[in-house]
């Protein structure tokens, strides 16, 4: 992972949700054990530097970032495009080093069926738009609409411009600040001259390549598939949750979970982490403490799950709710039990 804790700094570097890509970068799992190693009351520093990823991580991200229980301050360096903006503006403050950008715009996806898939794609993505637009919004003190506007044209901000804008606060007097981070700007629309060129001149890769060949890959894949299986759509997704059963059971059950169930029981049931990537991420945590209230990854836990409203967001989130730890923890992780059969 690309979440590196230094002190009470913690480093974003690289892609939002680089896994979904097969990229270097950090996912939302990774901010959250960042933060408890720095402790879940102490003032915490984020350093971003990221070409953006997940809309659905940076979502998450600052979801996180803002039930952080110190002051966050976000310093941009290099560059908070797409994704990256979003979680950024969970900061108290928010800093643009000098040479900085931001970028917004429009959330995208690949669809693969008939009309009834791509229209639901639309609905997806005007539904991240909308809650997008929304944070950038609170933040700004301007309308969702003209947030949405904005990202429709991809809006490119140098440092200076993103604080006229309202997206950050002020600009910093270092000199020293890292290049932006190596990224497939090409994949993107509006891109300032000047990234384009150190973009070309360093190389870059488009992203959207090493995409377009995946997929390329698999569709080949697909077709010689489809011409040896019998498989019925019930007996693909009986063989899917089989498998998704599988990963949680050998999380929960590895010997790294005791003593940590509620760690375990997070990265089985709300993360993404293959069960190799998550036992290792047990092996090294401290266990609980017999004191809950002592226990800083339950107190967490429980501010994620809504047990503490943060001024500067707004209240329950984007899902317009609010839930305690004590109902909503152990009624998700037993219904997620249920649904994939796994006993106690």
Same mark, same amino acid.
């Given at each position: ?7 009470n700094?913690?480093v974003l ?5 680089g896994?979904?890509?097969?990229e270097?970068g ?10 408890l190693?720095?402790g879940h009351? @102490?003032?915490?520093?984020i350093?971003?530097n990221s070409?953006?990823?997940?809309? $659905? ?5 600052h979801?996180i970032?803002s ?6 301050d976000?310093?941009?360096?290099g560059?908070a495009? !797409?994704a990256a903006?979003?979680l950024?503006m ?10 900085a ?11 693969l ?6 229209q639901?794609?639309? $609905? /997806? =993505?005007n539904?991240?738009g ?9 933040r700004?003190?301007?309308t +969702?609409?003209?947030?949405? /506007? ?9 440092? @200076?411009q993103?604080?006229? +804008?309202?997206?950050?606060d002020?600009?910093?007097?270092a ?5 932006p981070?190596?990224f497939?700007?090409?994949?993107? !629309?509006?891109?300032? /001259?000047?990234i384009? +060129?150190?973009?070309?001149?360093r ?6 390549n *090493?995409?377009?060949?995946?997929? !390329?890959?698999?569709? $080949? ?6 011409s ?7 007996e ?11 990963r ?5 059950r590895?010997d790294?979970? @005791?003593g940590?169930?509620k ?7 709300e993360?993404t982490m ?8 047990l092996r090294?945590?401290p ?7 002592d226990?800083?990854f339950?107190? =967490?836990e429980r501010r994620?799950?809504?047990?503490a409203? *943060?001024?500067?967001?707004n209240?329950?989130g =984007? $899902?317009?709710?609010?839930h ?7 009624? =998700? ?10 006993k106690?």
């Open positions: 992972m690309t979440a590196i804790v230094n002190g700094e913690i570097t690289g892609t939002v949700g896994y979904y890509w097969g270097d950090f996912s939302s799992a990774d901010v959250f054990m960042a933060l190693v720095v009351d @102490q003032d915490v520093v350093r971003v070409g953006g990823g997940a809309a $659905s991580e940076g979502a998450a991200i979801s970032l039930r952080h229980g110190g002051k966050v976000v310093v941009i360096e560059w495009a !797409s903006s979003v950024a969970a900061g108290h403050t928010i800093t643009m080093a000098v040479g950008v931001m970028m917004i715009h429009e959330p995208s996806q690949i669809t069926g008939d009309t009834v898939d791509h639901r794609t639309i $609905s /997806q =993505l539904a991240i909308d809650a997008s637009a929304e944070i950038y919004a609170l700004t003190g301007k +969702a609409a003209e947030m949405r /506007q904005l990202m429709k044209v991809e809006t490119w901000m140098t440092g @200076q993103a604080v006229d +804008a309202g997206f950050a002020r600009v910093s007097a000199n020293d600040n890292p290049e981070i190596a497939a700007i090409q994949s993107y !629309s509006n891109v300032p /001259q000047n384009a +060129a150190m973009a070309a001149a190389g870059w890769q488009p992203r959207a *090493n995409r377009a060949s995946h997929q !390329s890959t698999t569709k $080949s894949n697909r077709r010689k598939d489809l040896v299986t019998t498989k019925t759509n019930a693909l997704f009986e063989q899917a949750t089989q498998e998704v059963a599988a949680m059971k050998a999380i929960m590895a790294e979970a @005791q940590r169930e760690m375990a029981e997070y990265l089985a049931y993360t293959t069960a190799e990537e998550a036992v290792a991420l090294v945590a266990k609980a403490t017999e004191d809950e209230e226990d800083p339950k107190q =967490l994620r799950l809504g047990g409203e *943060n001024s500067r967001t209240g329950a =984007l $899902s317009g709710s609010s305690s730890a004590k109902s909503a923890g152990p009624n =998700l992780v037993a219904n997620m039990k249920r649904r994939h059969g796994i106690e």
